[in-house]
């Protein structure tokens, strides 16, 4: 039974740093490019960072480059984001979505960024 489980989320104040991880298990990992989405509350699921199966190619939406960075370790079936000077607007449950011939969808994570 495929799996995908999301941690590291909280609560940090603007500026802060947060690193969310997803273990995946029950698939092939390695053979399937991984992405991270994000959802706020009244707003619509958004992509935020994606990567390709080897790691080899990396993507991010306009509002979160220079400070995120999405990593896969294949070893370790796991993917991650770090997440670095974080802003009010990064609040959202952040969902690991991994995708080949099917898409497998994790629970999420809530991050939130207050003071």
């Known amino acids: 039974q495929a799996q995908l489980v999301e941690s590291g989320g909280g609560l940090v104040q603007p500026g802060g740093s947060l690193r969310l991880s997803c273990a995946a298990s029950?698939?092939?990992?390695?053979?399937?490019?991984m992405n991270w989405y994000r959802q706020a509350p009244g707003k619509e699921r958004e992509l935020v960072a994606a990567?390709?199966?080897?790691?080899?190619?990396?993507n991010y939406a306009d509002s979160v480059k220079g400070r995120f960075t999405i990593s896969r370790d294949n070893s370790k079936n796991t993917v991650y984001l770090q997440m670095n000077s974080l802003k009010p607007e990064d609040t959202a449950a952040y969902y690991c979505n991994a995708v080949w011939y099917t898409k497998y969808w994790g629970q999420g994570t809530q991050v939130t960024v207050s003071s």
């Open positions: 029950g698939f092939t990992f390695s053979r399937y490019a």
């Open positions: 990567i390709t199966s080897t790691g080899g190619i990396t």
